[in-house]
């Protein structure tokens, strides 16, 4: 008989918009891409509102400096639209400018950088400043997320824990994590050095997969992966993000969320609750700065 489905609030803590209606356009999805059109909170609100959702936190989709103002101007006054993950590079020589004008807006939840964008975390932490640069991110009480998961990305990780142990860091998308063959072992070893980390979280989103006949609905297909993310992060730091709308390349949002619920349905009420609502919120919110750091 199957297990019942969580059935309480939800926040979902990954989910991005655009609009190439802009006089500037986008840079990212292009021309052609099946996501390019405008995705806004409107939009967002008329996929999730049918299943409890309460909030939601936008992660940038743009490199560009002026989208964090975009993003920051889209969400203001947008009830259920709780803050957003901007993106500026610490290589860059307005960065301290930059985040110190974010960093007095409540929106304002953290940055992302990871290996996207044409950048490279395990690298660009040697650079000149990135390391102050993150530290300045720390003290601000903000937090770190990163993307796309594969072996380099993790290494990065470690490095950048290593050397800011007060850092918040937000592992994204780590369900769909890409190895090579041959660096499984090493990959592994260095997931799980990470998440000895108390301050490093695992963000479950990107969990539906396709197979040969399409989305693969059988729960027992993800259970070692999540089974092996659960053990490393615990239920106290795992927690939900849809991924809207890049997630209906695979399925909709009705669809994939009730994977996802399907995929929690044997752990207990309280721990579900956690990874759908809680988690987001203790992890997210800001922290007061600290003199010290």
Not at 58 to 67: F, I, L, N, T
Not at 126 to 136: A, K, S, V
Not at 137 to 143: E, H
Request: with cysteine; proline share 9%.
């Amino acid at each position: 008989m199957p297990l019942p489905l969580y059935s309480g609030p939800i926040i979902d803590s990954h989910l991005h918009l655009f609009d190439p209606r802009r006089p500037q356009g986008i840079p990212w999805p292009e021309p052609g891409n099946r996501l390019y059109a405008a995705h806004l909170p409107a939009d967002y609100r008329a996929v999730a509102s049918a299943h409890n959702v309460i909030g939601a936190i936008a992660v940038e989709a743009s490199p560009w400096r002026d989208d964090n103002r975009w993003l920051l101007e889209t969400l203001r006054n947008t009830p259920g639209m709780l803050g957003f993950v901007g993106n500026l590079d610490p290589r860059e020589a307005s960065f301290a400018a930059d985040l110190d004008a974010l960093a007095k807006e409540p929106l304002f939840l953290g940055l992302r950088y990871g290996n996207l964008w044409d950048r490279d975390l395990l690298l660009d932490q040697t650079r000149p400043g990135f390391i102050d640069g993150l530290r300045q991110l720390a003290a601000c009480g903000r937090s770190l997320d990163s993307a796309n998961p594969n072996p380099r990305l993790i290494k990065g990780l470690l490095h950048l824990s290593d050397a800011l142990p007060q850092l918040r860091i937000v592992v994204d998308h780590l369900p769909n994590t890409q190895v090579p063959a041959g660096e499984e072992t090493a990959y592994h070893a260095d997931l799980l050095r990470l998440a000895e980390r108390p301050n490093v979280f695992a963000k479950l989103a990107e969990i539906p997969q396709l197979g040969p006949h399409g989305l693969i609905t059988d729960t027992a297909f993800y259970n070692d992966r999540l089974a092996v993310l659960w053990e490393a992060f615990g239920e106290d730091r795992c927690f939900f993000g849809s991924d809207w709308p890049n997630s209906d390349h695979l399925a909709d949002f009705a669809t994939t969320l009730s994977l996802v619920k399907s995929c929690m349905a044997d752990k207990p009420e309280a721990v579900q609750a956690k990874f759908f609502v809680h988690n987001a919120v203790r992890i997210y919110t800001p922290t007061p700065a600290h003199g010290d750091l």
